[in-house]
């Protein structure tokens, strides 16, 4: 079965930590995504990458970095955790073509910032 | 920009049929989507509709497309307690476009 895995099923960090949120696919998917989701707002994307070492901005990057040194792992860096980005991050896959599958996502990470 | 809209919630009787309706901007939208997140869970690919299509039936799940309106709805028959979600439509411009999702529409059941 294939499979989007996040790190961390829940986190709690204090104002000010520098945060890293993981996320691996098993799938040799080209492109990775990191999406913040909150009550109302729907998924909101931060960054993503279409290939290793490449990243680009998505609608809401700010205070947030990305890594992807190699195809299968995408994370994602607070720099300096506020309490602004308390939130669940869905990590997502997808094929260079998208095969007409859409994204395979991950289970979440819900992150609390005190 | 583009932009997918959906009322945020809908609760309906167990057994009732479920409609859940979507309004997006871009005209250029070749696919959409509807998906399913269950609670504590990611999101799951339901089903996906490309934009000459009118309708697809997948058992209980029926997606309408009225493109002249920009309207996608999605019908669940015979609705279940484990059909209780978020249900989030969204669109691409082609297989490998970024995918634009709504805001989510979280779907309760009532006995």
């Known amino acids: 079965d294939v499979k989007v895995t996040q790190s961390s099923r829940y986190l709690v960090k204090r104002t000010g930590e520098k945060v890293f949120l993981e996320c691996v696919q098993d799938?040799?998917?080209?492109?990775m995504f990191w999406y913040r989701q909150d009550p109302g707002l729907g998924l909101r994307l931060i960054y993503f990458?279409?290939?290793?070492?490449?990243?680009e901005k998505g609608d809401i990057p700010e205070g947030y970095s990305v890594s992807r040194e190699k195809k299968e792992r995408f994370s994602l860096i607070l720099e300096s955790a506020s309490t602004n980005q308390t939130s669940m991050y869905l990590c997502?896959?997808?094929?260079?073509?998208?095969?007409?599958?859409?994204?395979?996502f991950g289970s979440g990470t819900r992150l609390t910032v005190v | 920009g583009e932009d997918v809209e959906q009322s945020l919630f809908l609760s309906v009787r167990e057994g009732d049929s479920s409609v859940i309706n979507c309004t997006y901007t871009?005209?250029?939208?070749?696919?959409l989507y509807w998906y399913k997140q269950e609670p504590g869970a990611g999101l799951q690919l339901l089903t996906y509709?490309?934009?000459?299509?009118d309708m697809k039936q997948d058992q209980r799940l029926t997606v309408l497309l009225n493109k002249k309106d920009k309207h996608l709805s999605l019908r669940i028959a015979d609705t279940q307690t484990g059909d209780s979600a978020i249900y989030f439509c969204?669109?691409?411009?082609?297989?490998?476009?970024?995918?634009?999702f709504g805001s989510g529409t979280r779907l309760s059941i009532r006995p």
């Open positions: 997502a896959s997808s094929t260079r073509t998208g095969e007409l599958r859409g994204y395979t």
């Open positions: 799938m040799d998917h080209e492109n």
């Open positions: 990458s279409y290939d290793v070492k490449m990243k």
């Open positions: 871009d005209s250029s939208s070749t696919y």
């Open positions: 509709i490309f934009s000459n299509m």
């Open positions: 969204a669109e691409s411009e082609s297989s490998a476009s970024k995918i634009i």
